[in-house]
């Protein structure tokens, strides 16, 4: 099989790095509102990833997230008077039917944004510090 890589722009033949073991992470839906098609499309892809290299004999762990929290979320919650969590968990169960009804591959994990926030302010925290230097330097900005 045979992969588009973004950060070299060529296609490269697919070898795991770890044996046989495949981890794959999917950002999945903001759940602000009903599942669209672009949220179809996304689930479906990754459904025919995981079950063709499942096939081929691959040990897939499938990582697939769930956004519960950002601006729009709130917004809708707070017009239908409710907590922007539980209105975020309504969307959820109504996402996992839409899921379940197209026959996509379950997620082995799927994690919500609101559950990792402190270790994501830390990540980008330490993003920054390593930026800040960089950009004071303008070593970020050369072409090599």
Known sequence: MRIYNAYSGTKEEFIPINGNKVNIYACGITVYDDCHIGHARQAITF???CRYLRYNGYDVTYVRNY???DD???ARAISEGINALSYSRKKIEEAEKDLTTLKVVDADIKPKASEY???IITFIDGLIKKVMPMRQ???MYTSE
């Open 47 to 49: 459904d025919m990833i």
């Open 67 to 69: 956004t519960d929290v």
């Open 72 to 74: 729009k979320i709130i």
């Open 117 to 119: 926030i402190d270790k």
């Open 137 to 139: 330097s303008g070593e």
